[in-house]
């Protein structure tokens, strides 16, 4: 859906994102009482033209629809719906004999079209469906607070100040502004037991919030790492190096490795520095620079890995020679996947072996 959209009939998706910069600029501005009165006729001019786009946009999905029943599964998507309200919101307000001025309002909606363009958002969704429980907890909690204290309030403020205290649900404010620790300051607890509350409130606030934010912060953590384990899962997958691992290994490998993604001619390893990581060539290719020659290595082939087998120390520089995709595997997981993973240890060594000859005879020649 998200491709389509921008994209329809040769309207290009920069049309759309410019009436869209041009329309929400025009909203604000109309706001501004001297400037809509000396450019009226600009400032809705703009606006028209944007709308224009919008139904456009609209119509063009409606009739590019082969059937009606895809007409209506348009219509009924999160797109088609977003579609609908940016093309009929302001013509409908118009229609119902709200002011010009009130109507082009309604154009705020235009800014939804973004929404199903922004990758924070879907992961945002993600995030909240997975923490739903923590997160519901945690507004239970809230929500508690916010009743208790409004009472608690309520007994030791009416009969001091019964115009903001005199009810519960009056009360509410307060316990509001003081748990979320934004303290308008508009009311205040006046005698020493609703300071007391009022402080326990305040700490309370401070806790709960963390609370949302923590949980909120470790689930952005996690769908990151998951989308990091897809991504890297599926260049694991296409390294021939480990196409004889069965699913369990692979994923128990690609829990080791982390991608890296370089331009042509970076220094990924230079001679004589110590080793701590070795890489796999997921795409691309690098120059590994001997002495007497280059070796060129590509898509499944691996490098690094005589630093760690020997003495600690780079024998070559090696250089990307084309956009790369490499897995990197830090010295502490390689130690791991040569222990769990015999017949990879075994290949690595065997490999690394045969360069060690293969350098000391053309070191002695
Ligand atoms: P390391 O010594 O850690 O860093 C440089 C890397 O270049 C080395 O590990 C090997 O992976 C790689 N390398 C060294 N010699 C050769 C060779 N003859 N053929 C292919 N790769 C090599």
């Known amino acids: 859906m998200a491709e389509n959209r921008g994209a329809i009939r040769g309207l290009p998706g920069r049309a759309t994102?410019?009436?869209?910069?041009?329309?929400i600029a025009a909203l604000l501005v109309l706001t501004i009482e001297p400037i809509y009165a000396r450019g009226r006729i600009w400032i809705e001019g703009i606006l028209?033209?944007?709308?224009?786009?919008?139904?456009?946009?609209?119509?063009?999905?409606?009739?590019?629809?082969?059937?009606?029943?895809?007409?209506?599964?348009?219509?009924?998507?999160?797109?088609?719906?977003?579609?609908?309200a940016s093309?009929?919101?302001?013509?409908?307000?118009?229609?119902?004999?709200?002011?010009?001025?009130?109507a082009w309002l309604f154009g705020a909606v235009w800014l939804l079209k973004l929404a199903p363009e922004m990758s924070g958002l879907r992961q945002l969704r993600r995030v909240i469906v997975r923490e739903a429980?923590?997160?519901?907890?945690?507004?239970?909690?809230?929500?508690?607070?916010?009743?208790?204290?409004?009472?608690?309030v309520y007994l030791a403020e009416r009969d001091e100040q019964p115009d903001v205290f005199g009810s519960v649900p009056a009360a509410l404010w307060w316990a509001v502004t003081t748990l979320t620790t934004t303290g308008y300051g508009d009311v205040v607890p006046h005698t020493p037991f609703g300071r007391l509350i009022a402080s326990a409130v305040m700490i309370c606030g401070v806790g709960i919030f963390g609370l949302?934010?923590?949980?909120?912060?470790?689930?952005?953590?996690?769908?990151?790492?998951?989308?990091?384990f897809v991504k890297t899962w599926e260049y694991v997958r296409r390294v021939p190096f480990f196409s004889k691992l069965g699913p369990a290994a692979i994923t128990d490998v690609t829990q080791m490795l982390r991608r890296l993604d370089l331009p042509p001619r970076v220094t990924i390893?230079?001679?004589?520095?110590?080793?701590?990581?070795?890489?796999?060539?997921?795409?691309?290719?690098?120059?590994?620079?001997?002495?007497?020659?280059?070796?060129?290595l590509g898509e499944g082939d691996f490098f690094g890995e005589m630093a760690l087998l020997g003495a600690n120390i780079?024998?070559?520089?090696?250089?990307?020679?084309?956009?790369?995709?490499?897995?990197?595997?830090?010295?502490?997981?390689?130690?791991?996947?040569?222990?769990?993973?015999?017949?990879?240890a075994e290949a690595i060594d065997s490999e690394a072996t045969r360069r060690r000859h293969e350098n000391a005879t053309v070191t002695t020649t």
């Open 87 to 102: 093309a009929l919101a302001v013509p409908s307000a118009l229609s119902f004999g709200v002011s010009p001025k009130s």
């Open 212 to 228: 949302w934010t923590g949980i909120l912060a470790t689930g952005f953590a996690a769908e990151q790492r998951r989308q990091n």
């Open 314 to 344: 780079r024998n070559a520089n090696v250089v990307t020679r084309q956009l790369s995709t490499l897995l990197v595997l830090d010295l502490v997981e390689f130690r791991l996947l040569m222990a769990r993973h015999p017949e990879l």
């Open 133 to 152: 429980g923590p997160l519901a907890s945690v507004l239970a909690i809230f929500l508690l607070v916010l009743l208790v204290a409004s009472m608690l």
């Open 48 to 84: 028209w033209c944007c709308l224009a786009v919008f139904a456009w946009e609209w119509i063009a999905h409606l009739t590019s629809a082969p059937t009606v029943r895809r007409k209506l599964r348009y219509l009924a998507s999160p797109g088609g719906l977003i579609d609908t």
């Open 17 to 23: 994102h410019l009436a869209l910069a041009l329309g």
């Open 269 to 296: 390893i230079r001679k004589g520095t110590a080793g701590d990581c070795m890489y796999f060539i997921a795409s691309g290719g690098v120059d590994v620079e001997l002495p007497d020659k280059r070796v060129a």
